[in-house]
């Protein structure tokens, strides 16, 4: 849409003609005027301003350009024409629609927009509203005797919508849309609204300790409080949370009536047994009385059920009432419908219908507004007119609508509450609701999702009934309403596509009782208080997010944080120390004493799954892990340190920070201490100073690490020394020059017998001084004997890892050592000097079961399995836990591969952990998975299947061997990186077997249905007749698996349970089948005529295969294929007779959607036994020699059929018949068709076959050139029922768990 500031030009108005009607008295803030220009070709190219009309308070006018606004194009404005007169500062906010009338086409121009209108900005519109050469050209009907008319509709609003505050309009706030649930938030501020209801999900019981995103009743509770004491829109992710929904459920629309049901049934359940059972049933649940009469006697069948709301007509129905006449409509049952009245009356005439028992105080109608098009084969929206009243008495025509035996005394007469809308099409749109929350005259509101706005009840009602805008013009004419708008488009029907879908009504005489009084202390007490604080909690964080830009964040590291982020196994006495001398449990140590090498040497402890085996080793820490200080800008650093102590028991003088720089190597290290002159300075300046500009962040934040004083007391930490700590920071030596001489490092200790590296510690070193100084300090924070050989090394970067060793003789300027770096030590691994120092470089690493984590040591045979720290943090960074399962080779499928959906964590034992290196090869993986299967697999015998990460099943291809060089590649898929993998056994080694073709093969007997399915290996340069030679094989031996159509095997009496034998163990996996062998033995076939091979997709025979074809580029992936043996009379009919194949399929019949979707219609007021009796009255049969119409949906098993040339279709017929072995009863409903390209006729009994094929086997598609079988398909769970509800294949069905 093309929007323009204001307009423009020289001044100069002409003379116009204008009729004004100004603004409704139904609403003075919404207005129209139609303006009528004549001799317009005549008019200068000059300003051409309407006469003013009057809406909301202000006065408008048209402004256009007729020959355009330096443009070629007709240019129009709406202008506030007032402003000349308006107070400075004046505004306005409208919305407006501008329409060049076509006058005789229907073919209007309209655009519309909405602006703030003020001084600087009067007018508002379009500069390129319509091309010149269109506005003149009389096919298009603008201008008419030289008069162009302009229409304009205007409405003023309060405020900019932009800015629309709901609640403060209203006294209503609306629900937040996630995606596509407003559908969901229509039908939640419905239930809202009536009070009752909400009373009684105030009153379900909930616990303390449950949390709303897992209960229904919590969260609904939170969301109708929220709604009732909030002022702003509610999120409804708690809800559907606690729905078991996920992000697809809530970007998937659903149906309205479909939700209700299944929240209401939900509800039902979870109100069982508290104060509010059976709530449910007594707000919405009425009663029918199903009935059956017979005219000629005295016999008569009824039956009751309750229903929970009402599906009514809307097509062919005028409004609610007719609807209703058409419910209780009486269906007479004679000829041959007639119902059978026992053995008594036999086949009698009788009147079949439903009348009403019981009417709910709650009545809630469902408009069937989409059905099915049996025609188009598809869905499609009803948009008729259809009325409903404000008040509906359901007691009219003498309780026409009720059974003899219903409550006279009650009265039936309903106020309209809700009227849920559903604005567009069958394949989508918006759901909206107009409710009248006090049943009481026009105090109507529009609940459209986060908005909410007062409506008319012209706007609620009438608005809403369908049809186009002429009824409802013609409806408000007739009935002398003046102030509906008149439409503007030039008499072309306009179909409106927003329409009523729901009704809710509720029972006059039950108005007081279900609008009740509902307050605070209708809510538990623990469930207010929980929401009161939640209501604080998100008033706190609204102030902070506005006083965000005054405020900072400090992100302060410790060495309690690195000691709690690298390595595990900690036992943090600096912790226990405080808190048994009552200091704060945030003072940390800094240093930690190691594990001593004189205790027991421990083993990795067993994790609780071996894919949570994953310790941070590398660099120091992770700054959203560490304190966070939220503090003023303008804060001077040396009032931040006054508030550490009082929160952290630190002295102002035990405190140095240091700042934290990004290398180039894309590590973080502390690099400098703050100055004195910085610690005075504002917070906002050091991080703006201390932060190069591509680090700053939109937070702005500040990191920070603390040193404390070092304090070391007889080999332990802290030992025996009280808080709060007293003693002096180290004095940091400098030159004369003032430059420092000493540098921070920071040490991790490596253990290869534990397999842990643990931060220790921290110290000050010399630059000019050996690192061999530092050896007092690193026995001390170790705990070992002073004398303890040790290997130092520079943890230079993860990325990839790079660790690099320094000798005790290099001093810190020599090994390049600065502020930051971490040393890694250990003690002397027992093994050569010259090992060592060839393995510091890097080394291969060991894999191993992660079942294994708990079976003995990590050091096996007491060695270490990474002696090195260098080989340690290398198998850390690459190590991967992956999980194989097993496919099913049993049910492979054309590779051999089983497309089995995956076991949950815990439910299937036959899954193994095993840890192997990330760039493990696929030898490596095979070896290390045969390893852990057993010494009698083959590792060349396991073929590796990835695992599909979106739909969470196997691929449906297996890799190949070697295909991928790395186990990271195999564990990806589409960029998704998951743990598992699938494995098979296989009886030959894989690269053998990808030298072969594997394809599966289905055989079908002579009466077409697949009785065996086979696997047969062949090399790829083998022929179809090599195929079906190794097929016959099999068949006579009885080797393959039962087929679709096998008989089934008669079932085995059931054991006694105390006869039961015990469960025997689980049996290792099975090796995928071969040419000879398949997973069941089937019985013997004995081939005694040639076999052919074919080529079937959907049910349709797409090739005949020559038997000197080759195998290697057959694709059986998608295509199956089929072998069966030629039958002696097809070698009959074309040898002896001249005749031609042609191929057949099963075609359902286009009557069974419609009978379906007929009777799942009448399923809420027709009873099963009675829809039996009249089950006579089917859709006439098609007379033979019409043309059928579509769709042509195949099913079944499809085949090849010879015919003869003079052979008639009653012949044919009879030889279907026989060899597809069906009932004469069954078989005379099935009809014949000739299908050609989708074109298809039924035959006659006395038409010649041939004929109809003569000529079209040569066809490029010739699987379209066929015979159909017309009949229904029995097959279970195929059909697809229509109902009157919306219905797409894209959705699922709404579950609420």
């Given at each position: 849409?093309?929007?323009?500031?204001?307009?423009?030009?020289?001044?100069?108005?002409?003379?116009?003609?204008?009729?004004?009607?100004?603004?409704?008295?139904?609403?003075?803030?919404?207005?129209?005027?139609?303006?009528?220009?004549?001799?317009?070709?005549?008019?200068?190219?000059?300003?051409?301003?309407?006469?003013?009309?009057?809406?909301?308070?202000?006065?408008?006018?048209?402004?256009?350009?007729?020959?355009?606004?330096?443009?070629?194009?007709?240019?129009?404005?709406?202008?506030?024409?007032?402003?000349?007169?308006?107070?400075?500062?004046?505004?306005?906010?409208?919305?407006?629609?501008?329409?060049?009338?076509?006058?005789?086409?229907?073919?209007?121009?309209?655009?519309?927009?909405?602006?703030?209108?003020?001084?600087?900005?009067?007018?508002?519109?379009?500069?390129?509203?319509?091309?010149?050469?269109?506005?003149?050209?009389?096919?298009?009907?603008?201008?008419?005797?030289?008069?162009?008319?302009?229409?304009?509709?205007?409405?003023?609003?309060?405020?900019?919508?932009?800015?629309?505050?709901?609640?403060?309009?209203?006294?209503?706030?609306?629900?937040?849309?996630?995606?596509?649930?407003?559908?969901?938030?229509?039908?939640?501020?419905?239930?809202?609204?009536?009070?009752?209801?909400?009373?009684?999900?105030?009153?379900?019981?909930?616990?303390?300790?449950?949390?709303?995103?897992?209960?229904?009743?919590?969260?609904?509770?939170?969301?109708?409080y929220k709604l009732q004491y909030g002022d702003t829109s509610v999120a409804t992710k708690e809800l559907t949370a606690s729905f078991g929904w996920d992000t697809y459920d809530s970007f998937m629309q659903h149906d309205v009536q479909e939700l209700n049901r299944v929240l209401c049934e939900k509800l039902e359940e979870k109100m069982k047994s508290t104060v509010v059972e059976n709530t449910i049933q007594k707000l919405f649940e009425g009663s029918v009385v199903n009935y059956i009469e017979c005219i000629n006697v005295n016999y008569k069948s009824e039956r009751k059920e309750t229903y929970m709301d009402l599906q009514l007509d809307v097509k062919g129905c005028k409004d609610v009432y007719a609807s209703f006449d058409k419910y209780v409509e009486v269906e007479r049952l004679d000829g041959e419908n007639?119902?059978?009245?026992?053995?008594?009356?036999?086949?009698?005439?009788?009147?079949?219908?439903?009348?009403?028992?019981?009417?709910?105080?709650?009545?809630?109608?469902?408009?069937?507004?989409?059905?099915?098009?049996?025609?188009?084969?598809?869905?499609?929206?009803?948009?008729d007119r259809y009325e409903f009243p404000e008040r509906l008495d359901l007691d009219?025509?003498?309780?026409?609508?009720?059974?003899?035996?219903?409550?006279?005394?009650?009265?039936?007469?309903?106020?309209?509450?809700?009227?849920?809308?559903?604005?567009?099409?069958?394949?989508?749109?918006?759901?909206?609701?107009?409710?009248?929350?006090?049943?009481?005259?026009?105090?109507?509101?529009?609940?459209?999702?986060?908005?909410?706005?007062?409506?008319?009840?012209?706007?609620?009602?009438?608005?809403?009934?369908?049809?186009?805008?002429?009824?409802?013009?013609?409806?408000?004419?007739?009935?002398?309403?003046?102030?509906?708008?008149?439409?503007?488009?030039?008499?072309?029907?306009?179909?409106?596509?927003?329409?009523?879908?729901?009704?809710?009504?509720?029972?006059?005489?039950?108005?007081?009782e279900i609008l009740c009084n509902v307050d605070k202390e209708d809510i538990l007490p623990h469930v207010r208080e929980r929401l009161q604080r939640e209501q604080e909690e998100k008033e706190k964080r609204r102030k902070e997010k506005q006083e965000a830009h005054l405020y900072t964040i400090i992100k302060v590291a410790m060495d309690r944080d690195i000691k709690a982020q690298i390595g595990t196994g900690f036992e943090d006495r600096t912790a226990a120390a405080l808190a048994a001398g009552g200091g704060s449990n945030d003072m940390s140590a800094d240093v930690s004493p190691g594990a001593n090498n004189n205790s027991s040497r421990a083993i990795v402890s067993n994790p609780t799954t071996p894919a949570s085996h994953t310790n941070e080793y590398f660099d120091l820490v992770d700054h959203e892990k560490v304190r966070h200080f939220r503090v003023q800008k303008q804060m001077t650093f040396n009032d931040f340190k006054q508030m550490v102590e009082k929160e952290m028991s630190i002295p102002v003088e035990c405190q140095r920070y240091w700042m934290w720089a990004k290398r180039q190597n894309q590590t973080y290290r502390p690099s400098r201490p703050l100055t004195h002159e910085e610690e005075s300075m504002a917070v906002a300046l050091i991080r703006d100073s201390g932060t190069p500009r591509h680090e700053k962040t939109a937070s702005g934040d500040l990191k920070l690490f603390l040193e404390t004083p070092a304090l070391v007391f007889g080999n332990s930490l802290h030992k025996g020394l009280p808080p709060p700590m007293r003693e002096p920071l180290h004095t940091i030596v400098h030159d004369v020059a003032n430059k420092r001489m000493e540098h921070l490092l920071f040490f991790k200790l490596y253990d290869p017998y534990t397999e842990m590296c643990t931060y220790v510690g921290r110290a000050f070193a010399h630059r000019d001084r050996p690192m061999s100084d530092l050896l007092p300090a690193l026995w001390t924070f170790a705990g070992y004997p002073h004398g303890t050989p040790l290997l130092l090394f520079e943890e230079v970067k993860y990325e990839p890892v790079m660790i690099e060793e320094i000798t005790l003789t290099q001093t810190l300027s020599e090994a390049q050592l600065e502020d930051g770096d971490i040393i890694c030590y250990q003690r002397v691994p027992e093994v050569s000097t010259e090992e060592t120092a060839a393995s510091a470089g890097g080394a291969e690493v060991v894999m191993r079961d992660a079942a294994a984590l708990s079976d003995g040591a990590a050091a096996a045979d007491g060695h270490p399995r990474y002696d090195t720290v260098v080989k340690f943090l290398e198998y850390v960074r690459n190590r991967q836990i992956v999980r194989f399962l097993p496919l099913d080779s049993a049910t492979q499928r054309s590779n051999d591969i089983s497309i089995q959906s995956p076991a949950k964590d815990g439910e299937n034992d036959d899954s193994l952990y095993i840890e192997l290196s990330r760039n493990s090869r696929y030898d490596d993986v095979t070896a290390a998975l045969a390893h852990r299967l057993g010494e009698n697999v083959n590792p060349q015998h396991i073929r590796l299947t990835q695992y599909n990460a979106y739909s969470s099943t196997p691929k449906p291809a297996p890799m190949k061997y070697q295909g991928i060089d790395k186990l990271m590649d195999m564990l990806t898929h589409y960029h998704q990186i998951s743990d598992r993998l699938y494995y098979e056994i296989l009886d030959i080694p894989l690269p053998l077997m990808e030298s072969l073709k594997t394809l599966k093969v289905s055989y079908h007997d002579d009466k077409t249905a697949e009785t065996s399915t086979h696997t047969v290996r062949l090399k790829k340069d083998k022929c179809i007749g090599d195929v079906l030679g190794a097929l016959a094989d099999q068949l006579s031996k009885g080797v393959g698996s039962p087929g679709a159509g096998a008989p089934k095997p008669k079932a085995e009496p059931a054991t006694p349970a105390a006869e039961a034998p015990a469960p025997a163990p689980a049996p290792a996996p099975a090796p995928a089948a071969t040419a000879a062998t398949t997973a069941t033995a089937i019985a013997p076939v004995s081939v005694t005529r040639p076999l052919r091979m074919l080529e079937v997709f959907y049910s349709k025979l797409y090739k005949v295969f020559k038997s000197t074809e080759k195998i290697g580029e057959i694709n059986d992936q998608y295509w199956s294929l089929r072998a069966e043996q030629i039958p002696e009379e097809e070698e009959h009919i074309l040898q002896n007779m001249g005749g031609m194949m042609i191929n057949v399929y099963h075609l359902q019949t286009n009557s069974d959607k419609g009978s379906n979707a007929a009777g799942a219609a009448r399923a809420t007021k027709d009873e099963a036994a009675d829809d039996a009796a009249s089950a006579g009255a089917g859709a006439a049969p098609a007379t033979e020699g019409q043309f059928r119409g579509q769709p042509f949906n195949n099913f079944g098993d499809p085949f090849l059929l010879a015919i003869a040339p003079h052979e008639k279709v009653a012949s044919v017929k009879a030889r279907i018949q026989q060899k597809l072995k069906v009932d004469d009863a069954e078989f005379a409903k099935w009809r014949l068709v000739a299908v050609s390209m989708s074109k298809g006729e039924y035959l006659r009994d006395e038409d010649v076959l041939y004929t109809r094929f003569e000529g079209k086997r040569d066809h490029p598609q010739q699987w379209e050139v066929y015979l159909a079988l017309e009949h229904e398909d029995k097959t279970p769970g195929r059909h697809r029922h229509h109902t009157g509800a919306r219905a797409f294949s894209h959705e699922k069905p709404i579950k609420i768990h």
């Open positions: 849409m093309e929007v323009d500031p204001p307009a423009t030009a020289a001044a100069g108005a002409a003379p116009a003609t204008a009729g004004a009607d100004g603004a409704t008295a139904a609403d003075p803030m919404q207005g129209s005027h139609r303006w009528e220009l004549h001799n317009f070709s005549q008019l200068p190219n000059q300003k051409q301003y309407s006469a003013q009309f009057l809406v909301g308070g202000y006065f408008w006018r048209i402004l256009i350009f007729p020959k355009g606004n330096n443009s070629e194009h007709l240019s129009v404005y709406l202008d506030a024409s007032d402003s000349d007169t308006q107070a400075y500062g004046w505004s306005r906010y409208a919305s407006f629609t501008l329409t060049v009338v076509s006058q005789f086409k229907g073919k209007d121009v309209k655009k519309d927009s909405g602006h703030q209108f003020n001084a600087r900005e009067s007018d508002w519109g379009f500069t390129q509203f319509l091309p010149t050469n269109e506005l003149m050209d009389p096919d298009n009907g603008f201008l008419h005797n030289d008069t162009l008319v302009v229409f304009a509709e205007v409405h003023v609003q309060k405020s900019n919508p932009h800015l629309y505050d709901s609640y403060k309009e209203t006294g209503h706030v609306g629900l937040k849309n996630q995606g596509a649930t407003c559908y969901m938030n229509s039908l939640l501020q419905t239930l809202y609204h009536l009070h009752h209801f909400r009373k009684a999900v105030y009153h379900m019981p909930t616990a303390e300790t449950e949390e709303a995103s897992k209960s229904i009743p919590l969260a609904l509770q939170s969301l109708f007639k119902y059978q009245a026992g053995d008594e009356h036999g086949l009698q005439d009788a009147r079949k219908g439903v009348l009403f028992e019981k009417l709910p105080p709650v009545l809630e109608l469902q408009l069937k507004r989409f059905e099915y098009d049996f025609h188009r084969d598809t869905m499609v929206k009803i948009n009219v025509g003498n309780r026409k609508y009720f059974s003899p035996s219903s409550d006279r005394s009650q009265r039936n007469v309903y106020l309209l509450h809700s009227v849920l809308v559903h604005s567009g099409g069958v394949h989508g749109g918006h759901y909206y609701a107009y409710i009248r929350p006090t049943l009481e005259g026009d105090a109507w509101f529009k609940f459209d999702d986060e908005r909410v706005t007062k409506e008319t009840t012209q706007k609620a009602t009438v608005e809403q009934f369908g049809g186009s805008d002429d009824d409802n013009y013609n409806h408000n004419h007739n009935n002398n309403n003046n102030n509906f708008t008149p439409p503007a488009h030039g008499g072309f029907r306009l179909a409106k596509f927003s329409n009523a879908y729901m009704l809710v009504y509720v029972r006059e005489s039950d108005k007081d």
